[in-house]
């Protein structure tokens, strides 16, 4: 099996099987409420993802930035800091429209989530989460459901 994975050029790179074993894809999950943050990330990990944590926007930009391997981004809508979730996944977009990105809010009032970008809505059940991560990767699911 051939699996696609985004890197942070925009280019999608078919890994080999034998790849793939040493390789999972990155994950960076975005939001303020710490508890909810570490479950998701758990979660992945769990389902051999590699993760990283960011509590805001802000921090998960710099992150972004520091040339890291992302291969999707899960990202809370609204959080403290000069920019929300919406505005992280429209710039993030902007540098690489091939980012999966995964938005998630419990409440969005006004704001409107890009037809690009995959939304889920709080509370989620992480099991819901995790898959939309996979399907949003293009990636079978294995192992544990």
């Keep these: 099996m051939n699996v696609m994975i985004g890197n942070r050029r925009g280019w999608l790179l078919p890994l080999t099987e034998e790849q793939e074993g040493r390789r999972s894809a990155h994950i960076l999950v975005v939001d303020d409420e710490p508890l909810l943050r570490a479950l998701l990330a758990e979660a992945l990990r769990d389902h051999g993802f590699m993760v990283t944590e960011a509590a805001n926007a802000d ?3 710099t992150y972004y930035r520091s ?23 429209r710039t993030l977009h902007v540098d690489n429209e091939f980012l999966p990105i995964v938005v998630s809010s419990g409440y969005l009032g006004d704001e409107r989530v890009d037809d690009i970008f995959k939304f889920i809505s709080k509370p989620y059940q992480l099991d819901a989460a995790v898959a939309l991560v996979f399907s949003s990767l293009g990636i079978e699911r294995r192992g544990r459901s």
């Design 59 to 61: 921090e998960a930009l």
């Design 67 to 89: 040339d890291a391997q992302i291969d999707l981004v899960f990202t809370d809508v609204r959080m403290p800091g000069t920019h929300n979730g919406l505005a992280l996944a």
